[in-house]
């Protein structure tokens, strides 16, 4: 099994040793075409408009599209999750393109600038019981966006408390900030059949489960025939990880 991983900007490289730590081949994807020899695809975090910008002049988006509808498991991560959404909201003057397929709103820049980016122990139920470990990760959020609305299809993996409306960036859509300070709660991670997203950076830790999961995604997987390290059976060195754990190259 080989993991393709968009590499145009952005954490693509910390996503490859992650995805190394777990027995897995990642390779980098700056072509349509390269594609096609890929059975799954990582969208990572970085400049969600650089991003958009650099995949429309290699004349990415139609093959990313249609990738997805394929139903290949692609997973984006921050920006990643920006590209997947239907609907983008809080975009600089213009918008940008997206992929599209998974049934959300995601707000950009939900949490506010550079500075107010941010690191918190997550509850993730649904990631321990499949994937074992603790019943919570490290989640990393730098200038995170949030999904603020999700169809009936999507299935909420992880969310965040929202403190005060001072951390969320303001919008230019009408009503927008005032729906958006009635919510107690935002999304932050989210599944819909073969597309997952998160809005942090789980590639930016130790904990690899958050691959896991998605590698358990792709069909090869699920049918027994991949040699993939099991979290479960790894030492599990990240239930009494420090704080401090960056980087994670080796």
Not at 48 to 56: I, Q, R
Not at 123 to 136: D, M, R, T, V, Y
Not at 230 to 240: A, C, I
Request: charged share 20%.
């Amino acid at each position: 099994m080989v993991v393709g991983v968009l590499a145009l900007q952005g954490s693509f490289n910390e996503h490859i040793a992650a995805l190394k730590r777990l027995g897995v081949k990642g390779v980098q994807i700056r072509k349509p075409e390269q594609l096609q020899d890929v059975s799954s695809l990582i969208i990572p975090g970085g400049e969600s408009t650089t991003m958009a910008k650099l995949a429309e002049y290699h004349n990415l988006f139609p093959a990313l599209r249609e990738f997805v509808k394929m139903g290949k498991p692609v997973w984006g991560t921050c920006a990643g999750l920006i590209f997947l959404a239907n609907k983008a909201t809080g975009q600089k003057t213009g918008g940008q393109e997206l992929i599209g397929g998974l049934d959300c709103t995601v707000h950009r820049n939900f949490f506010g600038s550079q500075i107010q980016s941010f690191e918190t122990e997550l509850p993730i139920p649904e990631i321990a019981a499949k994937e074992g470990g603790p019943p919570s990760c490290r989640a990393v959020f730098i200038r995170a966006p949030a999904i603020i609305e999700v169809g009936l299809d999507v299935e909420v993996l992880a969310d965040v408390p929202v403190s005060s409306v001072e951390t969320v960036n303001s919008s230019p859509i009408p009503n927008e900030e005032e729906s958006i300070k009635s919510v107690r709660k935002v999304i932050v991670a989210v599944k819909q059949g073969n597309m997952l997203a998160t809005a942090f950076h789980p590639e930016l830790t130790a904990d690899t489960r958050w691959h896991s999961y998605f590698l358990k995604m792709v069909p090869e997987i699920e049918d027994g025939t991949s040699d993939i390290i099991s979290t479960s059976s790894m030492d599990q060195s990240f239930t009494n990880r420090s704080m401090i754990d960056l980087p994670i190259f080796q």
